[in-house]
């Protein structure tokens, strides 16, 4: 469904400026807002004060709003890297979902998401591997969209990178680890114990204990 097609409300955020460096967007980061309710996020990533915004935001009732023009650099990612590339705010969209991230996400919501997933990808050229969470870009800093997010489902529509099935190196080593999540485009500089919970929070979501061939697996 074209952005056309959505019902999209334009709700202008004053916090934005230019790509860097001639970047145009080739992820998408999804958030989720941790506030009570989808007019609190408007307003604060409306607010000058607060220098944050995103470029959509989807309300727990379906509802889209766009707060930042696609070509320009919304305030959404902050210190991290994906793929070996800094400066995530001048390669991505940033969309914030309506979550408190201890509830399950809408029916709604997880539609209009699809929806809008659906067309920046097909417009922007964005692969399903480059869709990724503000946890997979920033481990040990940020854990949203969370444990409650439902990425088998996104995974199930080719609009987020599949898990593994199998692996040649199971052997639950945090260097093996580490190498597997570098190809899959977790950033190099942070501890094991971030780069461990950040996987699970994506691939295996509730799993505790130390490292494990599972852990592996799902990055295979």
Not at 127 to 139: E, T, V, Y
Not at 180 to 201: F, H, K
């Amino acid at each position: 469904m074209p952005v056309a097609d959505m019902n999209i409300i334009q709700h202008p955020s004053p916090n934005f400026g230019e790509r860097r460096d001639g970047a145009r967007p080739e992820l998408i980061v999804l958030h989720y807002t941790a506030m009570p309710t989808a007019q609190a996020a408007l307003a604060r990533l409306s607010d000058p004060a607060f220098e944050v915004s995103a470029h959509y935001l989807i309300g727990r009732c379906g509802q889209i709003w766009q707060m930042v023009d696609e070509e320009k650099r919304a305030w959404h990612a902050g210190a991290g890297a994906w793929g070996g590339l800094g400066d995530v705010n001048s390669r991505s969209i940033g969309i914030e979902l309506s979550n408190s991230g201890a509830e399950p996400f809408s029916e709604l919501l997880m539609a209009s998401l699809e929806a809008l997933l659906a067309d920046l990808m097909a417009r922007w050229g964005i692969p399903a591997q480059n869709i990724i969470g503000h946890s997979d870009m920033a481990p040990g800093r940020k854990i949203d969209p969370g444990a409650r997010f439902d990425w088998p489902r996104l995974e199930q529509q080719g609009m987020a990178r599949l898990r593994g099935e199998a692996g040649q190196d199971l052997t639950p080593d945090p260097a093996r680890l580490r190498a597997l999540a570098t190809v899959c485009g977790y950033p190099e500089d942070v501890s094991d114990d971030a780069l461990l919970e950040a996987v699970r929070l994506r691939y295996r979501r509730g799993a505790l204990g130390p490292l494990c061939a599972e852990d592996l697996r799902v990055l295979g």
